[in-house]
């Protein structure tokens, strides 16, 4: 059977209405926003300033992308609401960090729905890897992370810090919404899948239909799931008593602070100073590895603000105390332009130090340097009421080589000058390294103790292993496993807090 132009253009239309038919229903709605100030396009930077009767009104306010009816958030809806302890769980972690994650995407004018983002991403979870090693509490990827400047070593990862994370994850957002020429849904749906397959979706759907939407793509399951998940959250959020959501109270003020920290100290001692456990400046501070706080990493350590003025008044005391100017022994060959790029200070401040009238230095003697370290004129020191040991100590790590290391990539890895690491090693640059040798590392013990013993701290990394550890640390496997309540295991869990006595 033959048909003409017209029967041809008329089925057509049909099949194209019944395609259309079938497919999921959408609905758009502007969500109305500050309602007590007018309405704005998402202009969240107003609100710095605003009174809120609590940090979940405020974060309200903010909401800014378009509520849609479509099952598939409905869907998501449900899944929270059959999952209420995991909402629950992620929010109380979130706790400490909302009100200046909040603060960050109100400095940047981005929709306050952001600040949901890392309970879809990972609970709030600061410590979460995933199987593609992306970590934190944004889960950016070891490639986007280098991109955004979240810098990593043995004692340190930029992407578990809560706030430089979070200052990268806005810049991230920003630039998807500016890519993707101001959608909301692609911008976010990129930061899950990546703006190629984004883009490449685009194009494809583009050919056939036109004009779309994230709707209309077809992405990863994962980021098919994502968006409407975040929407849903968003929905719930919003209207909590309609969902029967109990929100926990939190006022429009931070529950935490960041105090500035001039030099290297360990968290013991800032628990001793703060009279914050360990384990919460853990939980607050997860940016760290180990159990030392370094200023060159992150200078400014988060602390409950009620713990806040003791420690400034303890830690003012202390540090006059405890930390003595920095000295350089002046070796053969040595000129104040290299020892000024050894420490990264100027020449001028190590002569006006030194009351040095030349460039002119004589080898063997000693150069004051316009830094502190750790000096124990004092054996002991009183703090509370109790009596601690003061150490300015080293113990050796061992590194076990591995294919394509080299002398500068290990001396950057622990942060580390190479010359030290050279003749920590007794070699040079040219000495050959090989697979499985161990290498020393010197680092420096926790300040304070009230023990003999050595207390230690490590967080656990993508394709650590228990003899990588207990032969870094120089203890047994089974002590490490026994410590740490592990059942005898090979590889260890990324993430995880691990303690090491020594």
């Known amino acids: 059977m033959f048909l003409n132009k017209s029967s041809k253009l008329i089925i ?6 019944l395609i259309s038919s079938c497919s999921q229903p959408l609905s758009y709605k502007r969500p109305q926003i500050i309602a007590n100030f007018g309405n704005f396009d998402c202009n969240t930077y107003q609100l710095k300033g605003k009174n809120f009767t609590s940090l979940w009104v405020k974060i309200n306010t903010g909401f800014c992308l378009d509520t849609v009816h479509s099952s598939r958030v409905d869907r998501e809806i449900n899944w929270f609401l059959n999952n209420k302890a995991f909402l629950y769980r992620s929010i109380e972690r979130a706790r400490p960090f909302l009100y200046h994650v909040v603060s960050e995407l109100e400095k940047n004018n981005l929709p306050f729905e952001l600040a949901l983002l890392p309970i879809v991403e990972s609970g709030y979870q600061p410590y979460a890897y995933s199987p593609s090693k992306a970590a934190g509490i944004w889960q950016f990827i070891p490639p986007t992370a280098r991109e955004y400047k979240l810098s990593s070593n043995w004692w340190y990862d930029g992407r578990r810090d809560i706030m430089n994370s979070t200052k990268a994850a806005a810049h991230f957002l920003r630039d998807m919404h500016r890519h993707f020429k101001k959608d909301w849904l692609l911008a976010i749906a990129s930061y899950n899948t990546g703006a ?17 939407s994230f709707w209309d793509l077809n992405l990863p399951r994962e980021t098919e799931i994502y968006v409407p998940k975040l929407l849903a959250l968003r929905d719930i959020m919003a209207n909590p008593k309609k969902y029967n959501i109990n929100l926990p109270q939190l006022k429009n003020k931070p529950y935490t602070q960041f105090v500035k920290i001039d030099y290297p100290i360990d968290f013991f001692t800032i628990s001793v100073l703060s009279g914050v456990s360990e384990k919460e400046l853990y939980s607050l501070n997860p940016g760290f590895n ?25 830690y003012s005391k202390f ?6 100017k920095k000295t350089h022994t002046i070796q053969n060959g040595d000129t104040l332009s290299r020892i000024s790029r050894l420490y990264n200070v100027s020449i001028k401040s190590i002569k006006v130090l030194n009351n040095l009238k030349s460039d002119l230095i004589i080898a063997g003697k000693k150069l004051k340097l316009p830094l502190k370290d750790v000096s124990a004129v004092s054996k002991t020191v009183k703090i509370n009421k109790r009596e601690y040991k003061v150490s300015d100590k080293y113990f050796n790590y061992n590194h076990l080589v591995k294919r394509y290391d080299n002398w500068h990539k290990i001396a950057k890895f622990y942060n580390v000058k190479l010359r030290s690491l050279l003749n920590w090693n007794n070699a040079t640059k040219k000495t050959k390294l090989l697979v499985g040798d161990k290498l020393i ?15 230690l701290r490590y967080v656990v990394n993508l ?21 740490n309540n592990i059942k005898d295991s090979k590889y260890l869990i990324a993430g995880k807090n691990l303690i090491i006595v020594k």
Not at 206 to 211: S, V
Request: no cysteine; glycine share 6%.
């Open 319 to 324: 540090s006059k105390t405890i930390y003595q």
């Open 12 to 17: 057509i239309i049909l099949f194209a209405s």
């Open 196 to 212: 190629g397959k984004v883009g490449r979706s685009i194009k494809k759907v583009k050919y056939t239909i036109g004009k779309t």
């Open 463 to 483: 394709g650590d292993t228990t003899n990588i550890v207990s032969t870094g640390f120089a203890i047994s496997k089974k002590i490490l496993l026994k410590t």
């Open 441 to 455: 590392i010197k680092m420096k013990t926790p300040i304070l103790s009230n023990t003999d013993k050595l207390n």
């Open 290 to 314: 180990t159990w030392y706080f370094l200023p060159s990493m992150q200078n400014k350590v988060l602390l409950p603000i009620k713990n806040i003025k003791i420690f400034k008044d303890r």
